[in-house]
């Protein structure tokens, strides 16, 4: 099992930039595929970005390309997120999510994911 928590949320005008964290601990975290969720006021929780185990495979929505980049330090435990040229629309609590997984594997779907962080607030001022 794996334990994640997140940071580096806060409040941020728009146009600026935050990187998130996300610390693990508990098993071999070299072992799992990881990604990052998002969830604003009165809608779902959808993808942002997943990476696989080793970070040769990256995928992002459509809707942060360009502006966000995922990455991970294995040695350090820690995946991150980037976030520049922040909107608005990206206001939402930021999740990291884990899942064991094969070495080239990038998993999106959020049902596919069995450990989570509690989550940390992001929110865009206009």
């Known amino acids: 099992q794996v334990q994640l928590v997140e940071s580096g949320g806060g409040l941020v005008q728009a146009g600026g930039s935050l990187r998130l964290s996300c610390a693990a601990s508990g098993r071999s975290f070299s072992n799992y595929a990881m990604g990052w969720f998002r969830q604003a006021p009165g809608k779902q929780r959808e993808s942002v970005a997943a990476?696989?185990?080793?970070?040769?495979?990256?995928t992002y929505a459509n809707s942060v390309k360009g502006r966000f980049t995922i990455s991970r330090d294995n040695a350090k435990n820690t995946m991150y997120l980037q976030m520049n040229s922040l909107k608005p629309e990206d206001t939402a609590v930021y999740y990291c999510?884990?899942?064991?997984?094969?070495?080239?594997?990038?998993?999106?779907?959020?049902?596919?994911?069995?450990?989570w962080g509690q989550g940390t607030q992001v929110t865009v001022s206009s």
């Open positions: 990476i696989s185990w080793r970070g040769g495979r990256i």
């Open positions: 999510a884990a899942e064991t997984s094969s070495p080239r594997t990038v998993v999106i779907g959020l049902s596919d994911y069995s450990y």
